[in-house]
């Protein structure tokens, strides 16, 4: 942990003014695996460093946000979307003194443990585990980073500290946190995370919000005239065709959802700012020990946003053509599940030892945990292409 860590010597430049309630890196927990501290950046600048030459990283690039990767080349992936989150949470980061080093490292890893297919491949797996202990995303986020990546000879994951590892679990069962050891302590004893985490919730739920609109749009799911009766878009639609009334509908959709995205980013800096300072912790501690959290809209535009969010769930990710294709999603991720419980020989050789040595431990459901975190762990093209390569009598490679 972190006394174990030896006397810091590197030597950084000045930082913005941390505020006294952010998460300072001398009080980091630490890292489960000690190590010397690194030269010219900080701790929580090594945590995002980590991530981003992360396997798990560049894979993002080809997983689904709400459109499969080869539906189009401009929609959202999860590694845009995680570079959005990453953008507007340092933007309030850096306003409200807090790190915005760790804001980064959580925002840019929260989704590392996502399956191909979206919700719809996360929806699959879980089914499929249901009898070996489940499948959630964010718990599979903080695998990846603990113990998934094999890059460092010293230790397995990445070793991130605890404020990043704390931040990238976003919620967790009772009997998963029993399992978790000092990540999964707070969900044990109702305190919350650091202010960074909870502003990354929060601008997760800015970005994938507006920029599915604009997705949406762009693929012809929805329309302009339907999204005029959500709150939050008409009272910004409204002022932009008044001042600019001949804009292209692809214009009038960027000025709108800049406007949604500035005005819940000021909604929350306010809301939150008061919230603070009416709390007043003393330190990161203070935080944590609050009965509910900091970080937060206030109620009108929490209730604006909800409208957004049941317009989306209702006309575009239950469009038929979504639809569609989260059913191919859900039985393809079923397939694969069910080949490679019941012949491992189907899986590279490196997963096939994994899977013996697992197995061997503690039974039938850990090589389950094993095929799971090897069908996690592919891109929508790879998992489209193992389907044919396993089932399709033509593809013979």
Excluded: W
Excluded at 268 to 279: G, H
Excluded at 320 to 347: C, E, N, P, T
């Amino acid at each position: 942990m972190g006394s174990d860590l030896p006397p810091r010597t590197r030597h950084l430049p000045p930082g913005p003014q941390l505020a006294v309630h952010a998460a300072h890196e001398h009080n980091s927990r630490g890292r489960r695996h000690p190590e010397a501290p690194p030269n010219y950046r900080s701790e929580f600048q090594r945590d995002r460093d980590r991530i981003i030459h992360s396997t798990g990283f560049r894979r993002l690039e080809y997983k689904t946000q709400v459109f499969v990767n080869h539906e189009g080349d401009l929609f959202r992936t999860r590694l845009t979307h995680s570079l959005e989150v990453a953008q507007i949470a340092r933007s309030v980061a850096r306003v409200m003194g807090l790190n915005e080093d760790l804001t980064e490292a959580i925002a840019l890893a929260h989704d590392l443990g996502h399956t191909p297919f979206g919700h719809a491949g996360q929806d699959a797996l879980n089914d499929c585990m249901r009898d070996y202990g489940g499948f959630e995303h964010n718990i599979q986020s903080l695998r990846v980073v603990d113990e998934l990546e094999t890059r460092y000879a010293e230790f397995p994951g990445l070793n991130l500290t605890f404020e990043t590892r704390e931040g990238i679990l976003k919620h967790c069962s009772q009997k998963n946190a029993r399992q978790l050891g000092d990540v999964g302590e707070r969900f044990l004893i109702d305190h919350q995370p650091s202010l960074e985490a909870q502003l990354n919730n929060l601008a997760d739920e800015i970005a994938y919000n507006n920029h599915d609109v604009d997705d949406g749009v762009r693929a012809g799911l929805i329309g302009i005239e339907q999204l005029r009766g959500v709150k939050l878009f008409a009272e910004h639609y409204e002022p932009v065709m008044r001042r600019h009334p001949n804009l292209s509908e692809r214009q009038i959709v960027h000025e709108v959802i800049r406007r949604m995205i500035n005005h819940l980013v000021v909604d929350l800096i306010e809301t939150s700012r008061n919230r603070i300072a009416a709390a007043a912790p003393a330190d990161i501690e203070g935080v944590r020990r609050q009965p509910e959290p900091l970080m937060s809209f206030s109620p009108q535009v929490q209730a604006d946003n909800l409208e957004l969010k049941r317009f989306l769930r209702q006309h575009l990710y239950r469009h038929y053509r979504v639809h569609r294709m989260s059913v191919k999603a859900r039985r393809l991720i079923g397939s694969l599940f069910h080949a490679y419980m019941d012949d491992i020989g189907l899986l590279p050789h490196e997963y096939q030892e994994i899977v013996r040595q697992r197995e061997a431990e503690g039974g039938v459901e850990r090589r389950a945990r094993v095929v799971a975190d090897y069908i996690a762990g592919m891109t929508d093209r790879y998992a489209i292409g193992e389907h044919a390569r396993l089932f399709d009598p033509a593809t013979l490679s």
